[in-house]
């Protein structure tokens, strides 16, 4: 018996094997929806699925039969749902709290393992790396402990998942939204905070505030319209 962990992101992939080593035990890697399958966790028999961050919904036939711990990057209940880290900038929010839970049916619903602070100061990726290794820290501990997920307590507050057209920085207003706008977003597989004319789309990165000024990298490509 081991441990699965499936992420559908590339700076989570070196994760299994700094686990593999930290728990002496094997640490299985899935990275794509069709591996994770009933058929071959049947065959590994892991006593956890770790999901670290994972695109896709886990199927009820997985999550039936597999103790799979999510983790999420709000603290629970506030925060259900899609985008957690853009729909906590976008809500002025700098501190967060990411909660292991467990899978079931309705989502982000699960009992609590655990939770463990976390700043959102920074890029996106920046933020995804940091989260990264307190997740690490954490699946040792759910590991090591075994500890029981308690039932969730309060007040659901639901986000929406965003769609790649909110990037658009059109209508912001302040230096202050338009930064948060461009780092919130600024992570590979997102779609990057932009501007479009008729001619051309303007993507934004790597955003410095300065006191009156944002400074940014931009790629510029032509588009077309017909």
């Known amino acids: 018996m081991g441990y699965v962990l499936a992420t559908s992101r590339e700076w989570h992939k070196e994760m299994a094997r700094r686990l593999q080593q930290c728990v002496n035990e094997e640490v299985v890697l899935i990275t794509k929806k069709s591996e994770l399958t009933f058929e071959y966790l049947e065959k590994l028999k892991p006593r956890y699925v770790f999901f670290p961050h994972w695109s896709y919904i886990i199927p ?62 920074g890029t996106a990726e920046e933020i995804y790396l940091r989260a990264g290794r307190i997740v690490e820290e954490m699946i040792v501990r759910i590991i ?16 929406k998942r965003r769609k790649p057209e909110q990037s658009d920085i059109t209508g912001i207003t ?23 004319t008729d001619k051309f789309r303007f993507e934004f990165q790597r955003p410095a505030l300065k006191s009156d000024k944002i400074i940014a990298d931009v790629v510029i490509t032509k588009v077309d319209h017909e």
Do not use: W
């Open 60 to 121: 009820s036939h997985v999550f039936e039969n597999f103790e799979c711990v999510i983790f999420h990057m709000t603290d629970l209940p506030f925060g259900r749902g899609g985008s957690p880290l853009q729909n906590l900038i976008s809500r002025s929010i700098n501190d967060t709290k990411i909660t292991a839970l467990r899978c079931v049916k309705e989502l982000d619903a699960g009992p609590i393992y655990m939770k463990q602070p976390l700043s959102l100061y």
């Open 144 to 159: 090591e402990t075994k500890p029981e997920p308690i039932e969730q307590e309060g007040e659901a507050v639901v986000f």
């Open 174 to 196: 302040g230096l202050e939204k338009l930064f948060d706008h461009i780092r919130m977003l600024d992570a590979d597989g997102y779609p990057r905070a932009f501007l479009e």
